[in-house]
């Protein structure tokens, strides 16, 4: 395995948990969570690989149910190539810029990708730091908890 689909996997699997701990404590991200239905999986994979995770809305927050799912997602966001998943994955383009740019496809209701794309703004808000946000995001949200509480979510 070379180094960067094994940075990939490991960026998945961090951003997986990140959407978990801060669905646990951010109130917009639940209030976006509530499009979904409860059993609604959103899977997250680079294409032509099996480089994938996925987390499933259950009452107001994710659960991460990791690569070896063998439910079927209801939305798919697929990283066209390893190199358009780590610029995301590290910090290097933004959600929005990724979306712009056409880094990724997204399979199943394109309406209900918008949601799950404001959360990753949210989450990218939480798991990077402001040097990094203040180049990627937009403008920085109003987060209602803090970073150090996700974190410690994020390990527990």
Do not use: W
């Not at 997986?16 to 646990?24: A, I």
């Not at 059993?39 to 099996?50: D, S």
């Not at 798919?76 to 990724?98: D, H, P, Q, T």
Request: net charge positive; charged share 25%.
């Amino acid at each position: 395995m070379g180094v960067k689909p094994f940075v990939a996997r490991i960026g998945l699997k961090f951003l997986g948990r990140g959407l978990v701990s801060c669905s646990k404590i951010e109130t917009e991200i639940q209030k976006e969570l509530e499009f979904y239905d409860d059993g609604f999986i959103i899977e997250l994979k680079i294409f032509n690989t099996n480089t994938k995770i996925a987390v499933e809305k259950l009452g107001d927050k994710f659960k991460y149910l990791g690569s070896k799912y063998m439910k079927t997602p209801d939305l798919s966001i697929i990283f066209k190539s390893y190199e358009g998943a780590l610029l995301l994955i590290l910090g290097r383009i933004g959600v929005y810029e990724g979306y712009a740019q056409h880094r990724f496809i997204v399979k199943g209701d394109i309406i209900g990708s918008m949601p799950f794309i404001r959360i990753l703004y949210y989450v990218e808000a939480y798991l990077f730091p402001k040097s990094i946000c203040e180049r990627i995001l937009k403008e920085i949200p109003e987060l209602s908890s803090s970073k150090i509480k996700a974190y410690l979510h994020l390990i527990a």
